[in-house]
T-cell receptor, first 112, second 114 residues
Framework: KQEVTQIPAALSVPEGENLVLNCSFT??????LQWFRQDPGKGLTSLLL?????REQTSGRLNASLDKSSGRSTLYIAASQPGDSATYLCAVPSGSARQLTFGSGTQLTVLP | NAGVTQTPKFRILKIGQSMTLQCTQD?????MYWYRQDPGMGLKLIYY???????DKGEVPNGYNVSRSTTEDFPLRLELAAPSQTSVYFC?????????????FGPGTRLTVL
């Protein structure tokens, strides 16, 4: 059974710092990995989808990397801003229904 | 193009009451999902559907039922609500053929059972 872990559970940084969020998964036979952002009391916003054949995917100040062999993905946020404060979730699809298995998330606070 | 919409946004139920959470998508996606999110936890799959008329159980189906009569709609029914069903419920959809494609989520329904 696929398990997804995100460390740390919470992170607080000053504005302007570059930061890395970590995601690990137990079954390396994944098709893709999706990073989401969740604001308090809100739904999930898809940030990046990185296919298993890709090593990196970029969107603006966000860069996601994927290392299937080691079962790891990282989300790099450049020049962090207070507006980046949110919970970041990673998820991988599995099963015949392609349902997502989620990590518990990293709660990011960017201090002005 | 509204994406995935859910109603209601909030609901308070008494123990033993029933309700239906509505989910609609306008992207012609064949796959639809219901997840629940408990505080500090990731999302867990309740039920899913791979197309109209086809549904199946996920990881935590007890106390819930679903139907899929159309491509667009995937309602989740709670019978005999219990405090353990207090959670945030998310509906999602994706287009699946031979690949594993991006899932799109609705804004969620926050349910409290007292």
């Amino acid at each position: 059974k696929q398990e997804v872990t995100q460390i740390p559970a919470a992170l607080s940084v000053p504005e302007g710092e570059n930061l890395v969020l970590n995601c690990s998964f137990t079954d390396s036979a994944i098709y893709n990995l999706q990073w989401f952002r969740q604001d308090p009391g809100k739904g999930l916003t898809s940030l990046l989808l990185i296919q298993s054949s890709q090593r990196e995917q970029t969107s603006g100040r966000l860069n996601a990397s994927l290392d299937k062999s080691s079962g790891r993905s990282t989300l790099y946020i450049a020049a962090s801003q207070p507006g980046d404060s949110a919970t970041y979730l990673c998820a991988v699809p599995s099963g015949s229904a392609r349902q997502l298995t989620f990590g518990s998330g990293t709660q990011l606070t960017v201090l002005p | 193009n509204a994406g995935v919409t859910q109603t209601p946004k909030f609901r308070i139920l008494k123990i033993g009451q029933s309700m239906t959470l509505q989910c609609t998508q306008d992207m012609n996606h064949n796959y639809m999902y219901w997840y629940r999110q408990d505080p500090g936890m990731g999302l867990k799959l309740i039920y899913y559907s791979v197309g109209a008329g086809i549904t199946d159980k996920g990881e935590v189906p007890n106390g819930y039922n679903v139907s899929r009569s159309t491509t667009e709609d995937f309602p989740l029914r709670l019978e005999l609500a219990a405090p353990s069903q207090t959670s945030v419920y998310f509906c999602a959809s994706s287009f699946g053929t031979s690949g594993f494609n991006e899932q799109f989520f609705g804004p969620g329904t926050r349910l409290t059972v007292l």
